[in-house]
């Protein structure tokens, strides 16, 4: 079935009676929310943004990557349009994610230049392996080398690369790795993508002494949430709904304030989105339900933040 504006706004009106008027009474002031596009990845670029412009977020951090919502080897005429389609919609693109991990790779150099022309002030990197056979802190000074090595297309640009600290066991899981990696480096041109989610899952108890560690470096936040829960007589991870996993945002955000982090954010919904059954609805459909737990996250967010006076 085809969508249209009028289905749209007819969505809007439909998920805006169902929420609670004080929720807009949360203004947190200056804060810039952007949202990862990957959850919702099958949505076009004008669908995308009208339902983050309705959520009352900020902008798009697109996926800049292979598999994305803008393909490396498409990114000279699909990302002006994916950018033509948040301004549009009232939206920023100050963020997107990449997985440029060097400046020799054979697509660094025109997806920049092309995000670059869009105003696309941040990315996301790709994730570094350890090289095998090698000492760590080794291993560590040669990643840090391929960083450096975008330093001059970034300068020449005046964009930054972001290093995402993610869970498991590649560069950064640690995040004190990820310092030892990035401590050199020129913050003007590259920095850090704080993400509590994963830094939680790390260091239960410990985060506030890498995020105090890295904060200088640090460029945008990932805003997220999971918890463990046991299956078949093992403990798996399953993200959720914010406020409603593990990770003491209460504690993140006071400390964010006493460190004087402000920069702009990645809200990412990792969590099921549309069941199986309602993956086959018509897209109108899909969006009702995607635009109201996306409001729900976006005003939990705003309320964290002003609570904590930020």
């Not at 977020?57 to 994305?68: I, N, Q, S």
């Not at 033509?84 to 020799?104: F, N, S, V």
């Not at 560069?171 to 004190?176: D, L, M, P, T, Y």
Request: aromatic fraction near 10%; glycine fraction near 6%; hydrophobic fraction near 40%.
């Amino acid at each position: 079935m085809p969508y249209n504006r009028r289905d749209f706004i007819q969505t809007l009106a439909l998920a805006g009676a169902a929420l609670p008027l004080r929720s807009f009474a949360l203004p947190a002031k200056e804060w810039e929310i952007h949202c990862f596009s990957k959850p919702f990845q099958w949505m076009d670029y004008g669908l995308l943004c009208e339902t983050f412009a309705a959520a009352g977020l900020t902008g798009v951090d697109y996926t800049v990557r292979p598999d994305g919502h803008v393909l490396p080897e498409k990114v000279t005429t699909d990302l002006p349009k994916a950018a033509a389609a948040a301004r549009k919609a009232g939206l920023k693109t100050a963020l997107m994610t990449t997985a440029i991990r060097d400046a020799q790779e054979p697509y660094t150099a025109a997806v920049l230049k092309a995000a670059a022309k869009e105003g696309i002030q941040f990315y996301r990197m790709g994730w570094y392996d350890y090289q095998k056979g090698k000492p760590l802190l080794s291993s560590l000074q040669a990643c840090a080398q391929q960083l450096k090595g975008l330093r001059t297309l970034n300068r020449e640009l005046n964009i930054r690369a972001s290093y995402q600290n993610h869970a498991g066991v590649r560069v950064g899981a640690s995040v004190w790795d990820l310092y030892e990696m990035i401590k050199d480096t020129d913050t003007a041109y590259a920095g850090v993508q704080y993400d509590i989610r994963h830094a939680t899952v790390e260091g239960a108890n410990s985060w506030p002494l890498g995020l105090e560690l890295v904060r200088p470096h640090i460029n945008t936040l990932v805003i997220k949430d999971a918890k463990w829960v046991e299956q078949n007589g093992k403990y798996i991870l399953q993200n959720t709904p914010l406020g409603e996993g593990m990770v003491n945002f209460p504690a993140f955000f006071k400390k964010v304030k006493e460190l004087n982090i402000h920069v702009p954010i990645s809200l990412h919904l990792e969590y099921e989105l549309l069941s199986r059954q309602e993956e086959t609805l018509p897209a109108a459909q899909k969006q009702q339900i995607v635009l109201k737990k996306l409001q729900k996250d976006v005003q939990t967010l705003r309320g964290m933040l002003a609570a904590t006076g930020l």
